[in-house]
């Protein structure tokens, strides 16, 4: 079942600025991941943030989990246009090592 | 690194045909797992497995079963294929333990039923 949402749904920048998307999920979470998908091909893990885990940072990218909430944030800084593909949550629940992926956030950067 | 083969990149079949997609990781990773992928739907599983010879479904396995007879492959089949069942399909690994691992993806085949 579809657990990640993620907003908006698409998102449009200018290169050397930021970017944020978010995820809201429902269940008890293991843990959270991010993965990035360029155009028509497969996907590629960015980062995992565990349950008990508040902020995370990977390069360029920034991770926050909120589980009083049910959220997440990705943050790619100073984008480039190699940035522009769909990004997606996916979560692992509690009771469940299956990943379930939402629907994806599209970003452009425009150059 | 870790590499996930998915044998076709595209395949174009006819309705009612049995059709194979084959995916095979390189890792000894014993979690494997079949998804497909359409707009504004994000990734739906079809099924899993953690074994040789193991197999559960996922959210969406109907029309659809799986074969693991090897560690490293992993088969999708759709026994009868139709037009809504085209879309694409993405295979994953990922290596044993309590979840907290990223999944390793093929780059996908993208199926057209006609």
């Known amino acids: 079942s579809q657990q990640g949402e993620e907003d908006p749904q698409a998102l449009s920048i200018q290169e050397g600025e930021n970017a944020t998307m978010n995820c809201s999920y429902k269940t008890s979470i293991n843990n959270l991941q991010w993965y990035r998908q360029n155009s028509g091909r497969g996907l590629v893990h960015l980062i995992l943030i565990r349950s008990n885990e508040r902020e995370k940072h990977s390069g360029r990218l920034r991770v926050t989990l909120d589980t009083s909430k049910k959220s997440s944030s990705l943050l790619i800084t100073a984008s480039r246009a190699a940035d522009t593909a769909s990004y997606f949550c996916a979560i692992t629940s509690v009771n469940d090592y299956k990943l379930s992926f939402g629907a994806g956030t599209t970003v452009t950067v425009r150059a | 690194d870790v590499k996930v083969t998915q044998s076709s990149r595209y395949l174009v079949k006819r309705t009612g045909e049995k059709v194979f997609l084959e995916c095979v990781q390189d890792m000894d990773h014993e979690n494997m797992f079949w998804y497909r992928q359409d707009p504004g739907l994000g990734l739906r599983l079809i099924y899993f497995?953690?074994?040789?010879?193991?197999?559960e479904k996922g959210d969406i396995p109907e029309g659809y079963s799986v074969s693991r007879e090897k560690k490293e492959r992993f088969s999708l089949i759709l026994e009868s294929a139709s037009t809504n069942q085209t879309s694409m399909y993405l295979c994953?690994?990922?290596?044993?333990?309590?979840?907290?691992?990223?999944?390793?993806f093929g780059s996908g085949t993208r199926l057209t039923v006609v």
């Open positions: 994953a690994s990922r290596p044993p333990g309590t979840g907290a691992r990223g999944y390793t």
């Open positions: 497995s953690y074994d040789v010879k193991m197999k």
